[in-house]
């Protein structure tokens, strides 16, 4: 593979998980619905909530970054 074409790959791909990051923040805990079930107190699930969004969020939000990184050292070589 050229690497002209797999640079083009991770930017294209750096960019469209800007997004995936923003949508896996805000209903990251939607996609595992039986992941907080046990959880009975209202107080608890929410902050529970909260922290899985964060989780996911900050595990998507470096690939972004990486990507691009990527792409840049992919372009130069």
Do not use: H
């Not at 009975?40 to 964060?54: N, Q």
């Amino acid at each position: 593979m050229d690497f002209a074409v797999l640079s083009q790959i991770c930017f294209y791909g750096g960019l469209l998980s800007i997004p995936a990051s923003i949508a896996l923040w805000f209903y990251g805990a939607a996609l595992v619905p039986n992941a907080l079930d046990d959880i009975i107190d209202p107080s608890m699930r929410a902050a529970m909530m909260s922290a899985y969004r964060e989780r996911w969020g900050i595990f998507v939000g470096l690939w972004p970054a990486t990507l691009l990184i990527l792409s840049s050292i992919l372009k130069d070589m």
